[in-house]
């Protein structure tokens, strides 16, 4: 199949999966793609060990394994979905929050992939730096399933700037320490260096030039947009950016997704306010919208597909499942030091630990960052341990942390 043949595929398949969801399951739109996606997966590998003959299951895994899951997310959906997610935190919000942000965007990915890491190395025996690799894969919080949970959860304002700008900013770190790591995991693979001076090197080249880049070509895109009151070139700009922007990031070698962040974080703000007529600011909103529903639903599609990738042994999906309680604890320090480390210089609303600890769900950057692993021995059970972890975060998580944050949100909302 060509692109054009997948793309009107993967389509089809997101607008029936979700007029089903809608007449029946009536689950938030995206997960409910998921889980009938998941189903129908499900059901088309039960009907081939009924009637084998049919080989039904091999040609849809053909056709799944054929569509370059981690290059689609990575190099093509992630940069709009961020850009889009950027574009509706305010920075004003931002700066309230910074701090809390910063800490758990660093340090907090930094306890959440040693604490993985260690512990899923002694539950199988994989060497250190590949489950911290592991670790790395599993501790970024996707942007596109929390934003999504999100508009569902109705949070108050402080609490939902801090969960969506904590996982648009730990996406972007979660990958670079991801890079690094592989780096040092993998050295024989064609990688950027395996020292930890080269390491380190990488780390603030891809951060720091990221947001640098990011914050250059949002403030060139907003001057420009300055001089121009045309709502429909004006959108035109604003994907270019996205796109464009990306592609560069990817070129130089920075952090595309830190860039996609920066970029948006800028346009969305200061660009609507100073370079936006009332007219263009609705169409630029109402055009990101779309592109962040199509795409988000598109994305859950692919990732109810994916479980024909995974490895159906009773090992691996014991290790699975074990994953997932490391995954909450690692999340749960990731969110409580950061927390404790402010707690004695401003107050937090009660239920920002738990909520913030229940939301943080991962998604399709795991499953890609998985899917973009060299071959080896250790990657089927990488691969199916992430794959667990994520089906496990967006629906559970996803579906009761809105009746949590209603139970344990309701005091008076501080700083």
């Known amino acids: 199949m060509n692109f054009l043949q997948i793309t009107s595929l993967l389509i089809v398949l997101a607008g029936a999966f979700g007029a089903i969801n809608y007449l029946y399951l009536k689950l938030p739109s995206a997960i409910g793609i998921l889980v009938v996606a998941f189903a129908a997966s499900l059901g088309v590998m039960a009907v081939d060990l009924l009637v084998p003959s049919l080989g039904m299951a091999d040609t849809v895994r053909m056709t799944v394994t054929g569509i370059d899951f981690s290059e689609a997310v990575l190099e093509g959906m992630l940069g709009l979905l961020l850009f889009a997610g950027a574009l509706h935190v ?4 931002l700066r309230v929050e910074w701090l809390l942000i ?39 919080t996707d942007p596109v399933a929390v934003l999504g949970v999100l508009r569902e959860a109705n949070l108050k304002k402080s609490l939902e700037t801090k969960i ?27 990688h950027h260096g395996s020292g930890l001076a080269d390491a380190a090197l990488l780390f603030v080249q891809e951060a720091v030039g990221g947001a640098l880049l990011g914050i250059v070509l949002g403030w060139l895109t907003f001057r420009v947009m300055r001089r121009i009151d045309d709502y429909s070139l004006e959108v035109l700009i604003t994907l270019g950016l996205a796109f464009g922007g990306y592609e560069l990031a990817i070129w130089l070698h920075v952090s595309a997704p830190i860039m996609a962040v920066c970029a948006g974080l800028l346009i969305g703000d200061i660009g609507a306010k100073h370079g936006m007529s009332a007219e263009t600011r609705d169409y630029v909103d109402a055009f990101w919208k779309l592109i962040d529903e199509i795409l988000n639903a598109v994305l859950f599609l692919l990732i109810g597909f994916e479980v024909f990738a995974i490895v159906f042994d009773t090992s691996f999906l014991t290790a699975g499942v ?13 969110v409580a030091v950061p927390v404790l480390m402010l707690k004695p210089f401003r107050e937090f609303s009660q239920g920002v630990v738990p909520i913030m600890t229940w939301g943080g769900l991962k998604g ?3 499953v890609a960052l998985a899917l973009s692993l060299p071959e080896g021995e250790w990657k089927p059970l990488i691969l199916t341990a992430t794959y667990i972890v994520v089906l496990f975060s967006i629906v559970v998580q996803g579906l009761t942390v809105a009746p949590l944050a209603r139970r344990v949100g309701r005091e008076p909302d501080l700083m």
Not at 105 to 133: E, K, Q, R
Not at 322 to 334: E, F, P, S, T, W
């Open 90 to 93: 305010k920075l004003r919000d």
């Open 102 to 140: 910063f800490l758990m965007a660093t340090i907090g990915v930094g306890l959440s992939t040693a604490i993985i890491g260690t512990a899923f190395s002694w539950i199988t025996g994989m060497p250190i730096m590949i489950a911290l690799v592991f670790g790395a894969i599993i501790s970024p």
């Open 364 to 366: 399709g950057i795991s």
């Open 164 to 190: 969506a700008g904590e996982s648009l900013f730990n996406d972007g770190v979660a990958y670079v320490v991801f890079l690094v790591l592989v780096g040092l995991a993998f050295p024989s693979d064609d």
């Open 322 to 334: 074990m994953a997932i309680g490391l995954a909450l604890v690692a999340r749960l320090a990731a």
